[in-house]
């Protein structure tokens, strides 16, 4: 059975760095896509970043470039989200969410880890 877990959310000031860490099992994770959504209250959900397993290809929403970077962890199966010059726009639910290459939607999610920017 397929399983994502999130974790690293917290609350932290505007100019801060956060990690947030996406673990996943029960699926081909060498052979899938991963990618990070929030959702802010109000709002609707959002794309923030993904990666390629694979091959390590990312991508960024435009609101994100340089300040966020993902990539592989050393630990198995996990991805991480590195958020730097956090914003209180940042503020939101992140969700990390999995498809399989080939699949045209992101079938396996997170419960979603809240990250809060404030003063």
């Known amino acids: 059975q397929a399983q994502i877990a999130e974790s690293g959310g917290d609350l932290v000031q505007p100019g801060g760095s956060l990690r947030l860490f996406c673990e996943a099992s029960?699926?081909?994770?060498?052979?899938?896509?991963i990618a990070w959504f929030r959702q802010a209250p109000g709002k609707e959900r959002e794309g923030v970043s993904c990666?390629?397993?694979?091959?390590?290809?990312?991508g960024y929403a435009d609101s994100v470039k340089g300040r966020f970077t993902i990539a592989r962890a050393d630990a198995r199966n996990t991805v991480y989200l590195q958020m730097n010059s956090l914003k209180p726009e940042d503020t939101a639910v992140y969700y990390c969410a999995a498809r399989l290459l080939g699949a045209n939607k992101y079938d396996y999610w997170g419960q979603g880890t809240q990250i809060t920017v404030s003063s």
């Open positions: 029960g699926f081909g994770f060498d052979y899938s896509k």
């Open positions: 990666i390629s397993v694979s091959d390590g290809a990312t």
